[in-house]
């Protein structure tokens, strides 16, 4: 069992930068591949980031790559989303989730968090 808690989230001016954290309980987290998705409201969650357990390898979602950077701090059982350059479309509830390897975070059935609310104002 893997519990995941999400903070950092906030009211930011577009163009700035946040950091959100997923700190994680539960054993052999540094494992596991850990994901964000985000959710606007009257949209779909989406996929937003992800980095694996072993090689701590990363993938982007088009719309975030070259201003967010996911990585991960397997000592404080902690993933961290950097987000810069924030503009107001990616205002949404965001959420981290873990499983034992990517394809399960692809199909998003993996542990969840409760989520945190960024917005980002024009």
């Known amino acids: 069992q893997v519990q995941l808690v999400e903070s950092g989230g906030g009211v930011v001016q577009a163009g700035g930068s946040l950091r959100l954290s997923c700190a994680a309980s539960g054993r052999s987290f540094s494992t596991y591949a850990v994901g964000w998705f985000r959710q606007a409201p009257g949209k779909e969650r989406e996929f937003v980031a992800v980095?694996?357990?072993?090689?701590?390898?990363?993938r982007y979602a088009d719309s975030v790559k070259g201003r967010f950077t996911i990585s991960r701090d397997n000592a404080k059982n902690t993933v961290y989303l950097q987000m810069n350059s924030l503009k107001p479309e990616d205002t949404a509830v965001y959420y981290c989730?873990?499983?034992?390897?990517?394809?399960?975070?692809?199909?998003?059935?993996?542990?969840w968090g409760q989520g945190t609310q960024v917005t980002v104002s024009s």
């Open positions: 989730t873990a499983a034992t390897n990517i394809y399960f975070i692809q199909a998003m059935s993996g542990y």
């Open positions: 980095i694996t357990g072993t090689f701590s390898t990363t």
